[in-house]
């Protein structure tokens, strides 16, 4: 794990090739109105050592996984904590709690095996402005 970086930080392990995900971020970036929140791409060095202990190597790259707290979230899991933690309108989205995770993530899992299709693949991985280049933690 890098030496500038707390495992209390939030951090999002993320595609970066992935044009919703990319959009996710962007969203996130706008509205983390204290700059809490830190990205990594989830095919990155620093995101493989940091979990592959925590979730195995064969699941990594798979699905967006977010930390906080030392805690790890994945799937719709992770998506819906992101928005809880923004507070304010997002916490809406803490009502898709009463379903279960494995009802969610069918959902997710569906939507993620298609994301291409249905919206492309950037070119590159995406690459932040440099006014919040700091925000991003690369290998």
């Not at 830190?38 to 790259?61: N, V, W």
Request: proline share 2%.
């Amino acid at each position: 794990m890098g030496t500038d970086i707390k495992i209390n930080n939030k951090i999002i392990f993320y595609d970066g090739f992935c044009v919703v995900c990319s959009r996710f971020i962007n969203l996130i970036i706008k509205s983390d109105k204290k700059k809490q929140t830190k990205f990594t791409s989830i095919s990155s060095k620093y995101s493989i050592k940091t979990l592959e202990e925590r979730l195995g190597s064969g699941k990594i790259g798979k699905f967006i996984v977010y930390l906080s707290n030392n805690k790890i979230y994945t799937k719709s899991d992770a998506v819906i904590q992101v928005f809880i933690e923004l507070g304010g309108f997002y916490n809406l989205f803490s009502i898709l709690k009463i379903f279960p995770a494995s009802f969610r993530n069918k959902f997710y899992d569906f939507f993620a095996t298609n994301r291409y299709k249905w919206f492309g693949k950037l070119d590159q991985c995406h690459v932040p402005p440099k006014e919040i280049a700091d925000r991003f933690i690369y290998d």
